[in-house]
């Protein structure tokens, strides 16, 4: 059942971002196509300099409606008169919240990859091979500095990546769920509860920036720094690692959270 | 219908297989300005190659418009020229490069004997000249030409360098003077160039300006050669005029 219900809820998303995604591919070619006619002149300048700026804009606006889409498909499959179909389902609330957060990830890789192959296509020919060519230089020099430890640093990265855009979401997932505990108006208050997160979370931030600078001789900063400098690459190691650790923690917690208020305080419109 | 509508993806197709082939001015004018290091330590510009020149204090090619090239290493890619690569300006005539606050310079092969075999024989002036600035309004940037005094020029200079019995002034005391042009002694393809004197004007009067590690040596132009320096200076008396205006306007608005 749960497969079924990733099928229609990646069917239900690919409807809408399927289309968009196939915009910003056009978009590219239309980009490419232009620079046939480059031309040493303002006219050409402002035209191409103009379609560089609609791709960059239309890449935005595609990474943004995947999370967006996300958010609404969420809100409206278990919070609205939707809900009352989707909770008669044999699946379970984890279960319902596991695949709308999964359905949203693979849209967003698909989005990265067709960003990606977009921006393939605006720069196709010797531009492209150009880019490669940087890039290949900048990952060897890379490799020379850091070695065997680039493969693990790109595998931290994307999984930092991957866990931080998962909890990014059930953040948003959370301050949902919250802000239908509300009577009225749940979408302001489901608002409200981010700006409210997000403005404790700086208080929080400041307070401990305040706490570090008053109390700062208490602290072992100078072994911290003998240690960066002895173990750079460790340390870069434990800032991802401790950055995963921590997104993972986050997103579990607001997963309880969601998991929580679905279980046992729905009430649904 | 159907043979349209695969004609027309058939073409579409095509199109876009051909688009991988198109080139591209802003990359080929990147390549032209991406020099490579050979094994040698010469470099390599434009199918060209540019060797290193022996030190010489009085090689002091053109580098007027301050356009450059950048030096890498060869596995460096285009797009990383100015990231990873070395600046060194290329001179007017695209014959020397030399690193930016560095007297060292690379000549082009075809010019590189000639030149060689002249900083051998060390440097005989055939001339004086001067440099100078002019600020394109339109093009918002300066452009450098150089004036050749003319022999009637050169014979007041040294007449006056000769005859006048110069002032000595301490070198710590600074010249308030209207305008100025820096002389040098120049061969005829001005690639050498040696410091020979200032000349200033000083309130409508002339003067030659010569230093030493203490003192400035003044010599004032007599009223025979006024001439002279007076069409000597014309250049840098117009621009001086220009300037004076320009702010002149500046202050009334």
């Given at each position: 059942m749960v497969t079924k219900l990733f099928k229609h809820e990646v069917a239900a998303l690919g409807r809408v971002l399927l289309p968009v995604q196939?915009?910003?591919?056009?978009?590219?070619?239309?980009?490419?196509l232009l620079q046939l006619f480059e031309?040493?002149?303002?006219?050409?300048?402002?035209?191409?300099?103009?379609?560089?700026?609609?791709?960059?804009?239309?890449?935005?606006?595609?990474?943004?409606?995947?999370?967006?889409?996300g958010v609404v498909r969420f809100y409206k499959n278990l919070f609205t008169a939707e809900g009352y179909l989707s909770f008669?389902?044999?699946?379970?609330?984890?279960?319902?919240?596991?695949?709308?957060?999964?359905?949203?990830?693979?849209?967003?890789?698909?989005?990265?990859?067709?960003?990606l192959l977009s921006v393939c296509i605006a720069t196709a020919g010797e531009v492209l091979v150009e880019l490669l060519k940087a890039a290949h230089y900048l990952l060897n020099e890379l490799f020379k500095v850091v070695e065997e430890h680039l493969f693990l640093y790109l595998l931290e990265i994307i999984l930092l990546v991957s866990i931080s855009f998962m909890c990014g979401m059930l953040l948003y997932?959370?301050?949902?769920?919250?802000?239908?505990?509300?009577?009225?108006?749940?979408?302001?208050?489901?608002?409200?509860?981010?700006?409210g997160y997000y403005a404790v979370a700086q208080i929080i931030g400041t307070v401990m920036s305040v706490l570090l600078s008053v109390f700062y001789e208490l602290l072992p900063f100078e072994a911290i720094s003998n240690f960066i400098e002895q173990h750079p690459i460790g340390f870069v190691h434990i800032l991802l690692c401790g950055g995963i650790i921590l997104s993972l923690i986050m997103a579990g917690i607001y997963f309880f959270i969601t998991h929580i208020i679905i279980r046992k305080r729905l009430n649904l419109e | 219908m159907k043979t349209y509508l695969r004609a027309l993806c058939l073409s579409c197709i095509a199109l876009l297989l051909c688009l991988p082939l198109t080139g591209c001015d802003s990359l080929d004018e990147a390549r032209t300005t991406h020099g490579i290091?050979?094994?040698?330590?010469?470099?390599?510009?434009?199918?060209?190659?540019?060797?290193?020149?022996?030190?010489?204090?009085?090689?002091?090619?053109?580098?007027?418009?301050?356009?450059?090239?950048?030096?890498?290493?060869?596995?460096?890619?285009?797009?990383?020229?100015?990231?990873?690569?070395?600046?060194?300006?290329?001179?007017d005539d695209k014959i020397f490069l030399s690193p930016q606050y560095s007297s060292t310079y690379y000549c082009r092969a075809d010019h590189y004997e000639e030149v060689t075999q002249q900083i051998?024989?060390?440097?005989?002036?055939?001339?004086?000249?001067?440099?100078?600035?002019?600020?394109?309004?339109?093009?918002?940037?300066?452009?450098?030409?150089?004036?050749?005094?003319?022999?009637?020029?050169?014979?007041?200079?040294?007449?006056?360098?000769?005859?006048?019995e110069p002032v000595y002034q301490p070198a710590v005391v600074t010249l308030d003077f209207d305008y100025m042009a820096e002389i040098m002694a120049c061969g005829d393809d001005l690639y050498f160039r040696q410091y020979a004197c200032d000349v200033l004007c000083i309130n409508g009067y002339y003067y030659v300006a010569q230093y030493t590690q203490t003192d400035?040596?003044?010599?004032?132009?007599?009223?025979?050669?006024?001439?002279?320096?007076?069409?000597?200076?014309?250049?840098?008396?117009?621009?001086?005029?220009?300037?004076l205006s320009y702010w002149d306007e500046e202050e009334s608005l």
């Open positions: 196939g915009i910003l591919l056009g978009i590219a070619v239309l980009c490419r031309w040493d002149h303002a006219i050409y300048d402002i035209v191409f300099g103009s379609s560089v700026f609609f791709l960059v804009v239309a890449n935005l606006v595609s990474l943004f409606m995947v999370t967006a889409m008669t389902l044999p699946v379970t609330p984890a279960q319902h919240i596991f695949v709308k957060f999964t359905a949203a990830f693979l849209f967003q890789v698909i989005g990265i990859c067709v960003s997932y959370t301050c949902i769920a919250i802000g239908q505990l509300a009577r009225k108006n749940r979408i302001l208050a489901a608002v409200g509860v981010y700006f | 290091w050979d094994e040698n330590g010469n470099i390599l510009l434009n199918e060209e190659t540019y060797l290193l020149l022996p030190e010489c204090d009085y090689l002091q090619p053109q580098f007027s418009d301050y356009t450059g090239v950048y030096v890498t290493e060869s596995d460096v890619p285009v797009l990383l020229k100015g990231a990873m690569g070395e600046f060194l300006f290329h001179s051998r024989n060390g440097f005989t002036p055939t001339g004086y000249c001067y440099s100078y600035s002019v600020f394109d309004e339109e093009t918002f940037e300066y452009s450098t030409s150089v004036y050749h005094l003319t022999d009637a020029q050169v014979h007041a200079l040294s007449a006056v360098l000769a005859t006048v400035t040596l003044l010599y004032e132009v007599p009223l025979e050669h006024h001439t002279a320096f007076h069409a000597l200076m014309k250049t840098q008396r117009t621009i001086y005029e220009e300037e």
